[in-house]
């Protein structure tokens, strides 16, 4: 019930073009790694990927919001905290895996609210890379014009774009340099789904490299 009517709302506020999720791999482990612009998120990928549920990584302060926490138990949110060791969520995270199940991450870390894309972090390298989990890139525009349309009492429209899965390769030496150019690589491919106007800070995408790219088309 809860569900049903979160998403009848969603669909009173948005218009949504979300046909191209179902390139979404049917079964199997996965890392969906996308851009992240609001809370609108949450309730959309886990109402849209049904039937295949996803779990999301998330900060722990939102685990602890009265109102909000018992949503994100019901949809599975795993609680990261930032700057401590995050052993306990990566261990959850490898145990869903393992189920086959969907992860579902911004490596942003933060909302960017404007809708363009912001340098990632290289915690979901770690996790791919310990799991040699295959990574999907999804990205989503047009939410970050949310509250202006409500004020203008205008729907809102929402795309989804879907790219082609790949794994990292792991370079001989893992060090800082190198998980920074495994992020790189990693959110080059969702800058490529994005407008060339939503790119933000990986606007330049001739300056980074593919080599550490292993496409499964």
Known sequence: ???SFVYLLVRIVCRIDAQ???KVPPSGPLLVVFNHINFLEAPLFYLLMRPRRMFGVMKVEISRVPIIKGIVRRWGGIPLKRGAPPSAAFRRVGELLAEGAII???PEGT???DGHLQQGNPGVVTLALQNDAPILPVVHHGSQNLWRNMRRLRRTEIRF???TPF???APEKLNKESRRRLTD???KQLALLLPEELRGDYSRLEEIGEDLIERLD
């Open 111 to 113: 909302r960017s609210r």
């Open 185 to 187: 690589q990693m959110m």
């Open 161 to 163: 774009k879907v790219g």
């Open 104 to 106: 579902g991450l911004a």
């Open 167 to 169: 794994r990292l390769a």
């Open 20 to 22: 191209e999720l179902e």
């Open 1 to 3: 019930m809860f569900d």
